[in-house]
């Protein structure tokens, strides 16, 4: 039945969500490279209690064995950051390097379920892996292995499998997107107001209405990706309104080539600003090479800081503090203590920033972001808004979610797991990543179009 269940899982893993990976990769392993940092103390110490007495810190961290299942490697930018989180956790808990298992490069196939398998005979009491791909893998093995815990990082029916030991965790990136939208919209905002960009000198860049194009490079059309590039176009609205955006998909988490291949079509369509949902450098260093041709464009990255591929075009990168769940996760298992089935934090918690802003950002950025930083966390903000967009030209008002996870393959569509529908509009705002740590943001919003065909 477990087998079963896998294989009904894995057929039916690519119509859900996704997180940031590909199924094309070779397993490898090996230990866990620990980078020195300052200012940090190894964990079993002692701590202040509340009344300001010092009791014996509970956390043992010779009791912990973590394997760490990655989709990709450092090389690529959505698992490199998950690789320095790690590190950073290993570090500040003082683990050692024999605790940490590694296995890179792992497909979303059944290779994950014998690696999960691996790290558990390896005595891993905490199995993680990063990519959505692994989690119909991740759940058979925790199914098999109940007195270890698996975490499936961005998955999206660890509260509804009915598994105590299987979980499921995710950031709320949509809020550093919405933050790197900002920087984007002040940058455009520069452009306009200086009479750089025209729509006499760029006809190109204004559609029939004079509004001014932006474009994004997508990974796939899934919840995730929808939730992160309208949280961009909201953040850049929010300072240029009259803006539109066109949406190109790869089919690939990590495609150097088709990533390069849909921003040169969409700054050939007039784009000026190119943002992403995609893991490789390919789209920033071909915005760099078209500005630096004459093109009038800038670059939104993701993950990790794109200045030294992009120096002049790269504005900067929405971004993961992957340490901030690892430390919490680590702690956690090290104490005796549950993981949650579902984690989502985002600035509240220091789990989402941006990179470094490039020096093309426009005057006052940093002053002006921090602003809206501040107004996400005391809650005066709501980054989906249903004020600030509308749906077929309506404000949305309702948007019932029903977290089963289903089988499309089958007609009708038939429950996996059965969950809840949730009503996701909550005091006038989509609440996005509350109701469980996956993304569930699926509206397609006014103002914004999507390329049907992905990019070749």
Known sequence: MKKFLALALSVVMMASLAACGGSDKKETEAPAQTEAAAGTEAAGGETEAAGGETEAAPAAASDIKIGVILVGDETEGYTAAHMEGIKAAQQELGLSDDQIVWKYKVAEDSSCYEAAVDLY????????????????????????????????????????????????AFTKV???????????????????????????????????????????VGAFSYAEVVSGYTAFFLGIRSVVPNTVM?????????????EAAAAEALISHGCVIIGQHADSTGAPAATQRLLDSGKICYSVGYNVDMLETA?????????NTWAVYYKHAFETVMNGGELEADWAEGFNADAVGITELGSSCAAGTAEYIADVESKIKDGSLKVFDTSTFTVGGAEVTSAPVDMSFMDFTTNPPSVIYQGETVEAIVDGAFVESDFRSAPYFALRIDGITEDAEPVQ
């Open 246 to 258: 066109e949406v190109l998909y790869t089919n690939s988490w990590f495609d150097i080539d088709k």
């Open 174 to 216: 949509y809020e550093a997107r919405y933050i790197s939208g900002v920087v984007a919209g002040l940058k455009l905002k520069e452009l306009l107001d200086d009479g750089t960009l025209t729509a006499e000198a760029q006809p190109d860049s204004f559609d029939a209405d004079g509004n001014v194009k932006i474009g994004y």
């Open 311 to 319: 120096p002049t075009a790269a504005l900067t990168s929405p971004t």
């Open 121 to 168: 005979g390896q005595g891993c009491n905490l199995i993680i892996s990063n990519s959505y791909g692994h989690q119909t893998f991740m759940v058979q093995a925790a199914a098999d292995y109940p007195d270890a815990t698996f975490v499936s990082m961005t998955g999206d029916f660890a509260a509804i499998s009915g598994l105590d030991n299987f979980k499921n």
